[in-house]
């Protein structure tokens, strides 16, 4: 069972999955000679203001993202808090700045409450449909508490899972002035509707 709540609570992190690219606790960049992908034109990258701009993840659809991942996770309750920020600058940094941003799992007995604080920064392009990000740097830090207590080394084990989910890319589309991201799952793809902040 403390496996288990240990695994359930470092699940969080792949919350970023949805975002242009899931970062390590580390600096991370893609191949290649650490330059971005080649850039959209500027009417791609300006249009409606999108996909340049800055736009939030609300607890409402995170809400929705999670209740996706309880589903696939075999209906294991997640409860999120809080939002997360993303900016897309139009001199092609990027940076999602988590927001009092927590997922908690209650089971019979036990109480698993994952945190994360801080920001990801690194670099973006669009092109074609999809949104890249390469040069990411974690600055967030992740705590994960069962009944009140602290997992110790609960980045180190964030860490292993994230590195064999390496995302730098994500098809999206500009809608009713949203920005809207084809997010993976464990086991699926579903749809992330971003609004102005």
């Given at each position: 069972?403390?496996?288990?709540?240990?695994?359930?609570?470092?699940?969080?992190?792949?919350?970023?999955?949805?975002?242009?690219?899931?970062?390590?606790?580390?600096?991370?960049?893609?191949?290649?000679?650490?330059?971005?992908?080649?850039?959209?034109?500027?009417?791609?990258?300006?249009?409606?203001?999108?996909?340049?701009?800055?736009?939030?993840f609300s607890n409402a659809e995170l809400?929705?993202?999670?209740?996706?991942?309880?589903?696939?996770?075999?209906?294991?309750?997640?409860?999120?808090?809080?939002?997360?920020?993303?900016?897309l600058n139009s001199d092609r940094t990027?940076?999602?700045?988590f927001q009092d941003y927590a997922v908690?799992?209650?089971?019979?007995?036990?109480?698993?409450?994952?945190?994360?604080?801080?920001?990801?920064?690194?670099?973006?392009?669009?092109?074609?449909?999809?949104?890249?990000?390469?040069?990411?740097?974690?600055?967030?830090?992740?705590?994960?508490?069962?009944?009140?207590?602290?997992?110790?080394?609960?980045?180190?084990?964030?860490?292993?899972?994230?590195?064999?989910?390496?995302?730098?890319?994500?098809?999206?589309?500009?809608?009713?002035?949203?920005?809207?991201?084809?997010?993976?799952?464990?086991?699926?793809?579903?749809?992330?509707?971003?609004?102005?902040?």
């Amino acid at each position: 069972m403390r496996r288990s709540l240990i695994a359930a609570g470092v699940i969080v992190i792949l919350a970023t999955a949805c975002s242009p690219g899931t970062p390590s606790p580390t600096a991370m960049s893609s191949p290649g000679d650490g330059t971005p992908s080649p850039t959209a034109s500027p009417a791609e990258a300006t249009a409606a203001g999108c996909p340049a701009g800055t736009w939030l993840f609300s607890n409402a659809e995170l809400t929705e993202f999670w209740s996706i991942i309880e589903a696939e996770s075999g209906d294991v309750p997640f409860t999120v808090e809080g939002t997360v920020l993303l900016d897309l600058n139009s001199d092609r940094t990027l940076v999602w700045t988590f927001q009092d941003y927590a997922v908690v799992i209650a089971l019979p007995g036990a109480e698993s409450r994952s945190t994360i604080e801080g920001r990801v920064t690194g670099d973006w392009s669009a092109e074609s449909g999809t949104i890249r990000s390469i040069n990411l740097t974690d600055e967030t830090e992740l705590t994960v508490t069962v009944n009140g207590a602290e997992i110790p080394r609960a980045d180190e084990v964030a860490t292993t899972i994230i590195d064999e989910f390496p995302l730098t890319e994500v098809p999206y589309r500009c809608a009713g002035g949203n920005l809207i991201l084809d997010s993976p799952t464990a086991l699926s793809t579903t749809e992330v509707t971003l609004v102005p902040a």
